[in-house]
């Protein structure tokens, strides 16, 4: 049921007894989850009110309360951003709805987002190194999820098969991606802590600072690249570019292990993402939904189709130096409270919005379950002190002999389909496929993405 900014605005007064409001206008949220509204008091104080829709969007709000719950005074106060916290909450018809504090800034689009000064764009690398060297515990304590490298890959290929199975999406882009996955050189990552649900909507800006992050219900322990997943939608690569060198310095990890294989994983993801939405929509039973999600898939292969170029899994990414932003000391930002924003910059702009990403599909039990001692390692390689760890094989970014054909020729491949055993295996299918012509070799266009990834 779809609510009213002004039915939002008495549900906040009847979760806080006493708040006299006097205006109420809505906020831009995901429509197939939330309702939200900007509410403001006689003291012109201003709140965030928001509802779910249903159940699945009411766990993801009560996730979200777990994870606020986790960011204590000691740890809030060395962040270089603000986080949302609640005021109150009332129930109403089995969910909850939340009120939250006003926070300063305003989220802006990706266009405007793209033209930002470079202060702006440390500040996205700063926050997102800030979020990723977060202590395991924040997300431990909420009893969150923790991926391996090999489980992430390990789940992403179990959907993928999922994917296959309803006939439903181009067998160019199956093939596609169980390339990207079959080439294990780019799941070698050191899991973090990840936002999850990290884009333009979930930053807050003031004055030209990145001042505060939002829409915290899919934190956990797994691939950095998730929260780069939204850089691949823009089209600018200066503006990519300059985030993912400011993230590094920001990181301030040796050479030798600088992700370079971050931006190939966030831009499957990116693609991932829309077949993602189609499984969503038809565990929902949503017609509508469906349609729009194979619309969208096959526009996105027929992008690709017609821009030509490389594949997923065949460019790397290498830093490039940015300039140095005014203000800010080349500390080398070993912690997070010295990446914090200078005082200079006051943020009392009020505003605040909050996006969740819909497309996010719950994982599915029976991969949660498969999860064994091996993947199990893979976690436990995060360090203690959120450092990356030493890399013991120096060449193992090197490409694997088994590893796709990336040359551009033709090798045959078919697509196979894999499945988890009880012990965890990943066995291969092998059989004939319905194949296609190979458009493996063509470059990602971010038209497709972008223009349905990015609506309100």
Known sequence: MKRTAMELAALASAAMPGLDIVQAAASPDDPRAFDSAIVTDTDNNHWRVRAPRHSQAAF????????????TPAIRAHLPFRVPSVAGAVQIDGLRTFIYHQMPGAPVDLATITRAETQT??????????????????????????YGAEQSRARMLSELDQMALTGKVPAALLRRWENAFEERQMWTFVPRVV????????????????????????????????DFMWLASTGSIEFRDAVISSYHRHMNLPADQVDLHLMRRAALAAEFSLGKYLMSAIHASDDEAIAEAQSMLKDLAADIDHTGGHDIGQQFWEPVAIAEPIGIGDEGDSGIE?????????????????????DDVQPDNAVEATETQDTAADVDQIPEDNEAADTDDDDQMEPDEDSPNTDGQDDGAELVVHSLTDDGEIVRHDGPQPTAEDDDTQPISWKVVQENLHKD
């Open 60 to 71: 993801r709000l009560e996730t979200e309360i777990q994870v606020l719950s986790g960011f």
């Open 121 to 146: 764009i440390d500040d996205i690398g700063r926050i997102i190194a800030a979020i990723h060297k977060l202590p395991s515990a924040v997300v431990e304590t909420a009893d969150l999820p923790a």
């Open 195 to 226: 936002h999850g649900d990290f884009d333009e909507t979930s930053l807050l800006i003031d004055r030209n600072r990145a001042v505060g992050v939002t829409a915290w219900t899919d934190l956990h322990i797994g691939d950095p690249s998730r």
């Open 338 to 358: 010295s990446a914090a924003p200078s005082e200079s910059a006051p943020v009392d702009t009020v505003g605040e919005e909050e996006h969740d990403d819909s």
